[in-house]
């Protein structure tokens, strides 16, 4: 019993040493740079697809240049990059039309083959047989989805029968689970868990203490109310009929060693069975979805 109680304690005690790291890696206003140079935020995403997302799916599923992928939500296309690079057929629909325009340039600018549409996906009509995927992807999108249900009960009428879908987002509770690191303000942008306070003190601080723009407050406002917790999403998944190929847990996120050069780690495997607790701890959740 005390090896165990010694290895959670010890567990725990990196856990504090990592959260502390990141925190003041945060401070850096190259975070809010990022986000603001798409191209560099396009480059960074293709790496950590191309070092992360494509082997995780790859594990559980072949991918080869006959194989065709769907990203939901892609934005500039970054994610995309590694699997039009061997081949893949990619296509990609977000709502935002100037991130679709972006991600035709970049990919032009590379010369990759890619087909990108602004569209609401819900409106996006169902393919036929021959035309579903392979592969469609969900990256940082679940979690600003209102109707889960409705939104995954419309992406697996894309999947080939064989097909997967790759979900990964961040889990509700954990120290930036409400993307309040998008502020303008920089001191409340590096602020951990206050996205956590209830909704009229968290409006308030947004609006009076941060000086925050009602476009940014409401943006922040709905993605709490449009929140994803792990054990929510594993809810929805069940609801829809889909199944759990494989899950990971990440205590330090991969895409934050582009961010900020932090070195990724998975969860401790005990510390992802505790409900409730390992959203606190857990920077993303990555999910590989299956038919029936």
């Known amino acids: 019993m005390s090896s165990h109680l010694h290895g959670l304690v010890s567990f725990i005690l990196t856990d504090m040493q990592s959260r502390f790291r990141l925190f003041n890696q945060l401070t850096d206003t190259s975070m809010q740079a990022r986000h603001l140079d798409r191209k560099t935020y396009f480059e960074d995403s293709a790496i950590t697809s191309s070092l992360f997302y494509l082997p995780y799916i790859r594990k559980f599923h072949p991918i080869t240049s006959c194989s065709k992928i769907l990203e939901i939500g892609c934005g500039e296309g970054g994610n995309l990059k590694p699997f039009a690079n061997i081949g893949c057929r990619v296509f990609g629909v977000d709502m935002a039309q100037i991130r679709i325009e972006q991600a ?7 010369k990759l083959k890619g087909h990108f549409e602004s569209v609401d996906f819900l409106e996006y009509p169902t393919p036929s047989e021959d035309d579903k995927f392979d592969i469609a992807i969900l990256h940082d999108v679940i979690e600003h989805v209102p109707d889960k249900i409705a939104f995954l009960s419309h992406i697996r009428k894309f999947l080939k029968e064989d097909g997967i879908l790759f979900v990964a987002f961040p889990a509700w509770q954990m120290p930036f689970g409400g993307h309040q690191q998008i502020c303008r303000n920089k001191t409340w942008s590096k602020v951990p ?10 409006r308030f601080i947004l609006n009076r203490l941060a000086g925050e ?9 709905s993605i709490k109310k449009t929140k994803c917790p792990i054990e929510r999403f594993e809810k929805v998944v069940k609801a829809t009929g889909l199944s759990v190929c494989n899950r990971q847990l990440w205590l330090i996120n991969p895409h934050y060693q582009q961010k900020f050069g932090l070195r990724p780690r998975k969860l401790c495997r005990g510390i992802s069975y505790i409900p409730f607790f390992r959203n606190f701890c857990s920077t993303s959740c990555f999910y590989l979805l299956k038919l029936g």
């Open 193 to 202: 868990y206050f996205h956590l306070l209830p909704n009229p003190l968290y």
């Open 104 to 110: 035709r340039q970049f990919f032009s600018e590379e």
């Open 213 to 221: 723009e009602e476009s940014m407050v409401s943006e922040l406002i």
